[in-house]
């Protein structure tokens, strides 16, 4: 076992928590298809197209709905920051 195996990055554990907090808050403002596309998107790492079948829009109305959630969020994000 190494010295480094041992030593806990507090600051990183912390900054990571944080961050998921915020991810969460920010989620929480989107409609609900768009909440939807994300999370399908981003946490269960499925493909636009796979979206699009499952909730029976079209590939590039999932595009323009993850665009927009996405800016939405980072909108959110960057003036929680300020």
Known sequence: ??????????KNREEAWVEEISLKEAMKRLPGREKMIIDMRFF???TQMEVAQEIHISQAQVSRLEKNALRSMKKYLSDRKK
């Open 1 to 10: 076992m190494y010295v480094m195996d041992q030593v806990c990055d507090k």
């Open 44 to 46: 269960h790492g499925k």
